[in-house]
C-alpha cells in the first residue's frame, strides 16, 4: 500500500496524525484556560472526562495517534539518514532558509515526549488511571484529593516553582516544535502554492505562540493564585 510503502505515503501518516494531536491540543488548551476561570466548570469537564468508557476510548484514540506520529517520526529519521548515506557526516552547516526547528524536529519531540510523560505520572495517573483502578480518591502532599478534582491537582503542582519552571520549558519545545510541525503538515497534505507558503509559515508562528502561550498562562496563573492564598 502506497501509504505505507512510499515515503511521501509515511510523510502523509505523520501529518495527519500530528494534525490530529494539534485539535487535541486545542481542545486540552481551552479545557485548561477553564480552569484559571472557574475550577466548578474545569472539574465538570474533568468528572465528565472520567473514566467513563467513552472517554477511555478517546485517550485510547488518543494514544494510538501518539504512538503513529512518534514511530513514523523514527522511521523517517532513520530514512532520511539511510537516503543521505555518508553525506550526511559532510555537511555541517545548515542549508540556508531552513530553520532550526526543522533540523531537530525528533530531538524536540523526543523533549516533548519526555515531559508528556512526566505529565501522566502527575496528572492521568492520579485521575484516570486511578479511577479505572478503582480509586476515588488519592493522597498528594499529606491531603486526599477526589480522583475527579482536576483543579485540586492542578493547584497542588503549580503551586512547585520548580515544577512550574519545567512546565514552561516543555512549553518551548513544544513551541519549536509546533512552528515547524504546523507549516509542514499543512504543506505536506497540499496546501503549499507559493502564495500560502510564506503565508502558512506566519499562521504557524502565531498559532504555535498562542498554543505554548495559553498554557503558560495556565500555569502561572496557577502559581501566583498559590502565593496569593498561602
Ligand atoms: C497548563 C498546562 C496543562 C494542564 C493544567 C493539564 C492538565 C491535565 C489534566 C488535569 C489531565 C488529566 C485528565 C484526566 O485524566 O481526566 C491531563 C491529561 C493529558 N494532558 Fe495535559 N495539561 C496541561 C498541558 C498539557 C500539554 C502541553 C500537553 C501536550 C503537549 C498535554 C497533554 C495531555 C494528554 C495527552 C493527556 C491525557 C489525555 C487523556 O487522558 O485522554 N497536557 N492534562
Redesign the pocket.
Known sequence: MWLLNSSIGRKLIMSISGVFLIL??VF?LTM?IA?VFSEEAYNMI?EF??SNWY?VA??AV?AGGFAIHFLYALLLTWQNRKARGDNSYAVTDRPKGVEWASQNMLVLGLI?VGF?LL??SQ??YH??FAELIGHHEVEMGGTMLATTD?AA??RYYFSNIIIVVL?LA??VA?WFHLTHGFWSALQTIGWNNTLWFNRWKVISNIFATVVCLG?AF??IAFYVKSLCCA
Open positions: 487535541f491540543l486540552h485548561n480552569a474533568c472526562l472520567g472517554a478517546g485517550t488518543l516533548v508528556l505529565h501522566f496528572f492521568w485521575m484516570m482536576g491537582f492542578v512546565y516543555w512549553y513544544l498554557f495556565v500555569t
